[in-house]
C-alpha cells in the first residue's frame, strides 16, 4: 500500500512539473511575441515620426508658411488620439485585444 502512494505522489509531482514546463513555455511565447510587437511599433514610431516632419515641411512650403504645416499634422495626430480614445472607452479596442490573445493561444495548442 505505501509503495502505491509514493507511485501517486510521484505522479502528481511528475504531472506538476509537466504543467510548469509547459506554462513556462507558452509564457516564453507570449513574451517573445509581445517584444517582437514592441520592436515592431518603436521602429513604426520612427518612421512615422519622420514622415510626419517630411509631411510638415512639404506642407510648410506650400502654405508659405513656418509653421502652419506642423500645425496640420499636428491636427491630424489630436483626431487620430481621439478616434484612439474613443474606440477605447467603448471597449472595443479590448475586443480586438483579447481576440489576439486567445487567436494566438489557439495557434499555439494547434
Known amino acids: 500500500m505505501n509503495i502505491l502512494i ?4 510521484e505522479f502528481v509531482k511528475l504531472k506538476g512539473d509537466q504543467i510548469k514546463v509547459e506554462l513556462i513555455g507558452k509564457l516564453a511565447k507570449f513574451l517573445a511575441y509581445v517584444m517582437t510587437l514592441m520592436v515592431i511599433f518603436f521602429l513604426l514610431l520612427l518612421f512615422f515620426f ?3 516632419m517630411a509631411i510638415s515641411e512639404v506642407l510648410n512650403h506650400y502654405l508659405g508658411s513656418q509653421y502652419l ?3 496640420v499634422v499636428s491636427g491630424f ?3 487620430t488620439i481621439l478616434i484612439f480614445v474613443i474606440l477605447l472607452r467603448s471597449g472595443k479596442m479590448h475586443q480586438v485585444f483579447k481576440e489576439i490573445i486567445v487567436d494566438m493561444n489557439k495557434k499555439e495548442d494547434a
Open 77 to 79: 495626430f489630436f483626431v
Open 6 to 9: 509514493d507511485k501517486i505522489i
Open 50 to 52: 519622420f514622415l510626419s
Open 69 to 71: 504645416g506642423y500645425f
